[in-house]
């Protein structure tokens, strides 16, 4: 969002918590496997299934800390289960480029206690995996927002000077790459909030984000060409303004063009006046105006069945009585799932964390407790999670149970390595279980591994799934990773067997 981080704001308010409908999660509780695509104003699943992104922002690798904030009070397995067991279905982790340079490191985690043992020794982007693969396991789709071209701040265009247009797409497609194959990574947000001299439709290269957009997207899904391209708005079109992000109104007269269809998801972010003031909160009619000011500048979109919209961002910190009124209203346009299923607006909010100012967070300051309060507006809106593992694409082909491994190296400083295996089913049944074993020539030893149990025996160890990543769809992969000493191993071939 547009800010620094700024004073944490304590806040009590009193709400009336609106109801999740079970009948709604009993309907689309299989949605969600595989990548995902676009129809008209709906956002399906690999089978046709229309899902609804109901998620929370989760920042940090946007800032100097280089990863995801919290970390230094929590293990970040329980927070992901925490959001899970609130019912958010999606993370959206914003991040700036600097994560990308070779040798940047995150600060600031706790490893006391056991805490984050499985992080000790990665790089910030070993870390991102480590979030995306529990994510995933646990049924939650991930968005990655290029937030910041780099953590000294917020950009109105979508390069600087130290940061040129070149590096921002180079960026964008090493990640996309990095997480081909991984669908529990949906879509990239491909930039957070242009704002004024950004433009709509201009034509000048330089400003015009729209023309941006296209270059940047196109150039995800050459690589790429399961992702989402999340396309947020500028600040002002035709001399109308509005948040930063958040004006989509040249989408009618400018539409974004993708190289590969149904891949395009429009992007807009609210806000109340914890964060700024605007002219609609002062109208008589507030807060019944605000449908109005919503269908002008994103809404439309949805409502005409132009294309799918995404609140990628809206929060408060609800001190005041116009917040509250603002949020129960901006709940009730989104469109409660009981009601509508998929065939709704989509939404992360803003935020997970505390430590975000002039909003808050859905977590309050000790990043344990849950504000109740504020997570109880969201209730109607919430939907279900996705199929453990990150879900499935199509068949790879085989007549019987089967599966292959591979085998990376994510860090290795000498005394000893970190190492992934990612477990892809390459048959046409599911898998139920599986083993996967694999011989080191040397001394090597595990020392730890999570997702997955082992026995060694001098060199050869045989890994199997734990209880709850053994089932893997057609096509679809699982992964599960192990510290081991001393480094400098290599990567030994490895084999994967369904049991």
Excluded at 20 to 46: C, F, K, M, N, P
Excluded at 185 to 202: F, M, R, S, T, Y
Excluded at 357 to 368: A, E
Excluded at 477 to 493: E, L, N, R, V
Aim: hydrophobic share 40%; charged share 15%.
């Amino acid at each position: 969002m547009f800010r620094n981080l700024r004073r944490a704001l304590c806040v009590a308010v009193a709400a009336l918590l609106l109801p999740l409908a079970a009948g709604a999660q009993a309907v689309e509780a299989a949605a969600g496997a595989g990548y995902w695509h676009t129809s008209g104003r709906q956002i399906l699943d690999s089978a046709g299934q229309p899902v609804r992104i109901a998620g929370i922002n989760w920042f940090g690798f946007e800032t100097a800390d280089n990863v995801v904030h919290g970390l230094w009070s929590r293990d970040y397995k329980s927070m992901i289960d925490q959001m899970k067991s609130l019912g958010y279905n999606t993370l959206r982790i914003p991040y700036s480029d600097d994560i990308l340079k070779s040798g940047t490191a995150p600060t600031g985690i706790d490893f006391s206690g056991g805490k984050n043992a499985d992080l000790q020794g990665l790089g910030s982007l070993g870390v991102l995996d480590r979030i995306v693969a529990y994510a995933g396991q646990g049924g939650l789709k991930v968005i990655l927002d290029r937030h910041r071209p780099d953590a000294a701040g917020q950009s109105a265009l979508w390069y600087t000077a130290a940061v040129p247009e070149s590096t921002w797409i180079a960026n964008l497609k090493a990640l996309a790459a990095r997480y081909r194959g991984q669908d529990t990574v949906i879509g990239i947000d491909l930039h957070n909030e242009p704002h004024d001299p950004a433009c709509w439709g201009c034509g000048d290269t330089a400003t015009d984000w729209r023309l941006a957009a296209e270059r940047a997207g196109n150039a995800v899904l050459s690589v790429n060409p399961d992702l989402l391209i999340l396309v947020e708005g500028v600040q002002t079109f035709n001399g109308v303004s509005g948040w930063w992000g958040g004006n989509l109104m040249g989408v009618a007269q400018y539409p974004v063009r993708l190289d590969v269809p149904g891949r395009l998801v429009y992007s807009a972010h609210d806000y109340a006046t914890s964060v700024a003031q605007q002219s609609w909160f002062s109208d008589p009619s507030f807060p019944a105006n605000m449908p109005g000011v919503w269908d002008k500048y994103w809404g439309y979109l949805f409502k005409q069945n132009i294309a799918p919209v995404w609140l990628g961002e809206f929060g408060t910190t609800l001190a005041s009585t116009v917040d509250q009124r603002w949020l129960a209203a901006l709940v009730d346009y989104l469109r409660p799932t009981s009601t509508y299923g998929g065939d709704s607006f989509h939404w992360t909010f803003w935020s997970w964390n505390p430590n975000s100012g002039d909003t808050g967070g859905i977590l309050k300051d000790d990043w344990q407790t849950v504000d109740t309060v504020k997570d109880g507006y969201l209730a109607s809106i919430k939907a279900p999670g996705f199929p453990a593992g990150g879900g499935g694409g199509g068949d790879d082909g085989g007549s019987t149970a089967s599966c292959s491994a591979t085998y990376t190296i994510s860090s290795d400083w000498g005394g000893g390595f970190n190492a992934d295996v990612k477990v892809t089913n390459t048959g046409t049944t599911a898998l139920s279980s599986w083993k996967v074993t694999w011989a080191w020539s040397g001394a090597q030893r595990v020392t730890s591994m999570w997702n997955a149990s082992y026995t060694q025996s001098g060199g050869t160890v045989t890994a199997v799934n734990a209880a709850y990543n053994g089932t893997v769809a057609p096509g679809t992969s699982t992964s599960f990773g192990f510290g081991a000493a001393p480094g400098g191993a290599g990567a030994p071939a490895v084999s994967c067997t369904a049991t």
